[in-house]
């Protein structure tokens, strides 16, 4: 390899080493809910971190996986499943970036409760428990951001099991769009036009029909 191009890899590798810094630090600060952490602290994790990206239909992880870093939605969609041993798939929320994944094994230390897939190209920010929990235990006041978040996704799982056994399917189609438009809508002049591309079969998954 000649000197010129030993330079222009070693200036490439220099460019890609910096963008993903740039894109650590940019999602870490705006990940929910660690947005309100002291910005030291998120400047050490982001120094901890590191950037995996996914292709279309990628498994970010498997229900019961053990894991060893948050994995943080920097770009893409991804969708939240349970599979059967026969391989039936039940989909029940997706994931859009900016979400967070893998705080029960942070806290539990226990497998994953479920699939993670990208629907789309995924980046992925990986934030290693050890970083977590070194900053967790010199800031214990930090854990009370992550229970309230807890708290709020076991409380809208537990909307999502209410409306999947009482409510009507045209109901329970119509929250689903509610919920896709919140997190996954874009303002448009006819009113909100969800972005991510679905097919039947998914949403009726999401639907539970």
């Given amino acids: 390899m000649t000197r010129l191009a030993t330079a222009k890899k070693t200036r490439s590798a220099a ?3 910096e963008s993903n810094a740039e894109l650590c630090e940019r999602a870490i600060f705006a990940a929910k809910p660690i947005d309100t952490w002291p910005p030291e602290v998120l400047r050490r994790l982001v120094a901890a971190s590191r950037v995996r990206r996914y292709p ?14 948050l994995l943080l939605i920097a770009r893409g969609d991804v969708e939240v ?8 798939q039940f989909t029940y929320a997706l994931g859009a970036s ?30 290693p428990f050890s970083a977590m929990h070194h900053e967790l235990a010199a800031r214990p006041s930090l854990w009370q951001s992550l ?14 099991m209410h409306g999947h056994v009482l409510d009507p399917a045209p109901v329970r189609l119509a929250n689903v769009l509610l919920r896709l438009a919140q997190t996954e809508g874009e303002a448009v002049p006819e009113g909100v036009a969800i972005q991510v591309r679905l097919s039947h079969e998914r949403l009726g998954e999401l639907a539970g029909v």
């Fill in 147 to 160: 229970a309230l978040d807890i708290a709020w996704r076991f409380r809208n799982l537990f909307g999502i």
């Fill in 15 to 17: 460019n890609v080493a």
């Fill in 81 to 88: 499943s349970f599979s059967s041993a026969d391989g039936r």
């Fill in 98 to 127: 900016g979400v967070l994944f893998g705080l029960l094994p942070l806290v539990d230390a226990k497998g994953m409760p479920h699939d993670l897939s990208a629907l789309e190209p995924v980046t992925a920010v990986l934030i």
């Fill in 56 to 69: 279309r239909g990628a498994r970010l992880s498997s229900t019961g996986e053990p894991m060893q870093a």
